[in-house]
């Protein structure tokens, strides 16, 4: 039921969580070798584009995957335990991932020392619904830095700050969800529910194996941009996920000043749009 292997002003309404986002909070339950997942079992079958057919997770058995201490040589840390642990990750998944923290690297010059989560593989059972069960699917809880630093996803934890530690928090969390969106269709973020406070969620079941392209018609990706122009590009809009016109007339503004082209829909406007917004918050001035 989890994805752990045990070897080695801007809060959304709270929905009632499940039992496996309660895991998922750290309460309770958990059984004899497995542990704790982030995720609840509809974050991943498709949580935006309505109306449109999705395609679904396959379930696959633990032993059926690869088993991972490490992704882009950064060691992979249980968020629940704060143990280095093993994970078991589609194959194909961890080098998206991985393609993912070198970007991250190499765009906001942290010196990445370790990656903690909540977990990756869950056991579906009969019931496949989420991309977690395929093993495809991955929470991120917080990235540890050289210096111990932490960039931190956990707005749970850092949502009460105040003064400069919030600016950091919520700077250095939009680098890395933007970054993250680049990589992959369906991330989650704290604006998306409760159930997501404590991690962003990143999966590829949307996006498949290649980068994301933007539709205004996701919920998911329409809240980034909004949190995005909200806090690194000093565009303060309603986070409704809605591509509204205070939306469009906002990224139109920030992307008249990039240069990188006038449609989000246009792929490498998209690209251009995320990588700028990465570095700018990763800059401490």
Partial sequence: MSGHDDAAGDRPAARPLSRRGLLGLGVGLAAAGTGLAGCAAD?????????????QPTCVRRSSLPRYDRLADLPLVYEVNRRRSEFSVDGGFAGQLEAWLTDLRELTGWPLRQLWTYGTWTDGGT??????????AFDLARLRLEDGTDVSCRY?????????????????????????????????????????HNHIHLDNGRSGAGRS??????????????????HLWDRPVEVTG????????????????????????????????LTASTRRGADRD
């Fill in 43 to 55: 974050d991943a079958t498709g949580p935006d584009l309505p109306g449109l057919r999705r395609a």
């Fill in 213 to 230: 392209t933007f539709s205004s018609r996701s919920p998911a990706q329409v809240q980034a941009v909004q949190g995005v122009l909200t």
């Fill in 156 to 196: 749970d934890l850092w949502r009460d700050a105040s003064g400069r530690g919030l600016t950091w928090a919520r700077r250095t969390y939009w680098a890395v969800a933007a970054s993250a969106h680049q990589h992959f269709a369906y991330v989650l973020t704290y604006l998306y529910d409760a159930q997501h």
């Fill in 127 to 136: 019931a496949c619904s989420s991309w977690h069960d395929a093993g495809r």
């Fill in 242 to 273: 809605r591509w509204d016109a205070p939306t469009r007339e906002a990224t139109r503004t920030v992307l008249s000043g990039l240069e990188v082209g006038d449609d989000l829909t246009d792929q490498a406007t998209w690209a251009g749009f």
